[in-house]
């Protein structure tokens, strides 16, 4: 899927869109200084002007899910257990519909996120 904006990806996500749409305005009110760019071929959020200098978080779509992924995810506190650690230093959880999205849960871990790109 080549894509030239978040909105644009976040709108060809059928039958996942939904999720993506809900996603979309609890990172960017969680991060409001953050920048949202496409790279790699999907949405990533960072710190700065370049997202992928400074990565914070991304929202990668698969065909039954889609991932939303913390790149120091392994490093925040996580009462819930629900990040799951992956590569390097990343975390994320799996999302199949939008009542497994917590605005309250997923705002928390992106500002702690946030912390700590900017030490």
Same mark, same amino acid.
């Given at each position: 899927?080549?894509?030239?904006?978040?909105?644009? =990806? &976040?709108? /060809? %996500?059928? #039958? &996942?869109?939904?999720?993506?749409?809900?996603?979309?305005?609890?990172?960017?009110?969680? %991060? #409001? @200084?953050?920048?949202?760019?496409?790279?790699? *071929?999907? !949405?990533?959020?960072?710190?700065?002007?370049? !997202?992928?200098?400074?990565?914070?978080?991304?929202?990668?779509? =698969?065909? /039954? =899910?889609?991932? $939303? *992924? &913390?790149?120091?995810?392994?490093?925040?506190?996580?009462?819930? *257990?629900? %990040?799951?650690?992956?590569?390097?230093?990343?975390? /994320?959880?799996?999302?199949?519909?939008?009542?497994?999205?917590? !605005?309250?849960? $997923?705002? @928390?871990? &992106?500002?702690?996120?946030?912390?700590?790109?900017?030490?």
């Amino acid at each position: 899927m080549t894509t030239a904006t978040i909105t644009d =990806y &976040l709108t /060809s %996500l059928a #039958p &996942l869109r939904e999720v993506g749409e809900k996603l979309r305005p609890v990172i960017e009110a969680a %991060l #409001p @200084d953050a920048n949202g760019a496409m790279w790699h *071929g999907h !949405p990533v959020w960072g710190a700065g002007d370049k !997202p992928g200098k400074n990565p914070i978080c991304l929202v990668k779509a =698969y065909s /039954s =899910y889609v991932t $939303f *992924g &913390l790149w120091r995810g392994q490093e925040i506190t996580d009462a819930s *257990g629900r %990040l799951v650690a992956g590569a390097r230093q990343m975390a /994320s959880v799996k999302l199949r519909t939008v009542d497994e999205i917590d !605005p309250a849960l $997923f705002a @928390d871990w &992106l500002r702690q996120a946030r912390d700590l790109e900017a030490r």
